[in-house]
């Protein structure tokens, strides 16, 4: 059962229900949503894309965008395992993660060859997610420790002649999972608030440049118990052996306790931390052709406990539970990340499109128990898009992005797992007027399915003992929907 703990913590690596990377999200605009290919654009959402590119705004003045996104996702885990009572020993454990208002707002100034900016918005973190059946680790993990105490219990010289003279020791020896309920639940709740103030500086008609820094601020919750009692006929016979054997009554409360349960474990935990992201960016100009790349440096994020509950009965279980005593630490940076990206007028102010790549170096941002080891590569992100002008009114635009994690079978797990994915956005924009622009914008993510098979012979399912083979499918959906109002004054 010490394995349901180690997989509590990762909890605090739950990947983002938005796009980017595995720790950052890159849909900060609805201009992105619909377009997604954002890293060579010189409008408002530049500020967050394409930073240097400010410099290059068509408008003197203050420029404002306010943009509102809502996001609804599945994180699914089809488990295979021995000892699940049901048909094929395979269970479906479902989870719901949702954000329904994603807010983010872009502020510029621009006077000249320079421009200030700044920026808000939810730059990393998975939302909210809940497993309100628990999690497959959970009740494998509970199963097979029931099953290998029991089964030695079995073995035990001292209780053979009690196994052969009363059919109700031989029964609980091992004990199946027909003989006891288990009920459990997990939500977490991961934000990474994003703060970023910066300025960039057009050296001459070609050429910009910027300088910033973003604030993150996180905050999470974790919240999750796990209740395990014996079914009536159970907990009348333990009553009855307790009586009749005496002898056996150390062996009998360590499975049922006098509170009637096998097992309880409950976990209210907040966490916050900070942590500061500089970020430089150029931008190159030349008739039809923008080329532009950004560069942000890997922020040192280290999260602080303040817990509210911490139950593990019995009491020997606690000490798996230390990473989320009050006051513990646990690393979470955030890496750095290179955006290059290049635009193109195919038609002057009428047809646009731009191609981008991003790269997250995940394997040198210290997760928990150093779990960025485990990936193969940093995430690599291909982005493509277009963007026409139907007339000065209506623009329409379309967008696709790539996502390969890197992903291992050690990294995968049930409390923080990835797929890679393909996403496609499309959307419009409406000028209401030469200073106020709306736009609306929706994109999903199609997500390849992750299987990850566990023989015996190299650990079993999820390393829990006994080794007993097992598989997990691990599959996700996402669909995000957005509507902002651009404004120049």
């Not at 530049?46 to 996702?73: C, K, M, R, V």
């Not at 016979?237 to 056996?248: D, G, R």
């Amino acid at each position: 059962m010490k394995k349901i703990y180690t997989l509590l913590t990762m909890m605090a690596a739950t990947t983002t229900v938005w796009a980017g990377g595995l720790l950052h999200n890159t849909n900060q605009s609805i201009a992105w949503q619909r377009m997604m290919a954002r890293g060579a654009t010189n409008d408002i959402d530049a500020i967050y894309s394409n930073p240097a590119g400010t410099a290059f705004l068509d408008h003197e003045g203050w420029s404002l965008s306010l943009n509102i996104q809502s996001a609804s996702q599945h994180r699914d885990v089809l488990a295979t395992f021995p000892l699940f009572p049901t048909e094929d020993h395979t269970k479906l454990y479902e989870g719901k993660a949702s954000a329904p208002v994603i807010p983010s707002l872009y502020a510029a100034y621009k006077r000249g060859k320079l421009t200030y900016s700044a920026f808000f918005g939810f730059t990393g973190g998975g939302g909210k997610c809940s497993f309100t059946s628990g999690l497959p680790i959970f009740d494998a993990s509970i199963m097979a420790g029931i099953y290998n105490t029991t089964g030695q219990l079995a073995q035990n010289p001292a209780l053979q002649p009690l196994i052969a003279a009363d059919p109700r020791v031989a029964a609980m020896l091992p004990l199946m999972p027909d003989k006891y309920d288990i009920s459990s639940s997990m939500k977490g709740r991961q934000y990474i608030y994003g703060f970023q103030l910066g300025a960039a500086y057009q050296f001459n008609k070609h050429w910009s440049a910027f300088l910033g820094l973003r604030l993150n601020y996180f905050d999470g919750n974790y919240n999750g118990f796990v209740k395990v009692q014996p079914k009536p006929e159970l907990a009348q016979a333990v009553q009855q052996l307790t009586l009749a054997y005496p002898a056996l009554a150390p062996t009998l409360s360590g499975l049922v306790n006098e509170n009637g349960e096998m097992a309880n474990i409950a976990l209210d935990c907040n966490q916050t931390g900070w942590g500061v992201t500089p970020i430089v960016s150029v931008n190159y100009k030349t008739g039809p052709l923008t080329l532009a790349a950004k560069y942000e440096f890997k922020t040192n994020l280290s999260i602080e406990n303040d817990t509210k509950t911490l139950t593990a009965e019995p009491a020997a279980f606690e000490t798996a539970l230390n990473d989320y005593k009050d006051g513990v630490n646990t690393p979470s940076d955030l890496p750095s990340v290179l955006y290059v990206a290049a635009g193109y007028e195919i038609i002057p102010d009428k047809l646009r499109a731009a191609v981008e790549y991003h790269f997250y170096d995940d394997k040198h941002a210290e997760m928990a128990k150093d779990k960025q080891k485990a990936l193969r590569h940093g995430t690599h992100e291909v982005l493509a898009g277009l963007e026409w002008d139907i007339n000065r009114m209506f623009t329409v635009s379309g967008g696709f992005q790539n996502t390969d994690y890197g992903l291992t079978d050690t990294y995968q797990t049930h409390t923080s797992f990835s797929c890679d994915s393909y996403s496609l956005g499309f959307g419009g924009a409406v000028n209401l007027t030469e200073k106020l622009r709306v736009n609306v914008g929706y994109f999903w993510t199609t997500y390849k399915d992750y299987t990850k098979n566990m023989p015996a012979e190299t650990g079993g399912y999820q390393g829990i003992s006994p080794q007993l083979p097992g598989k997990d499918v691990y599959s996700r959906t996402n669909k995000v929907f957005g509507i902002g109002v651009d404004y120049k004054f």
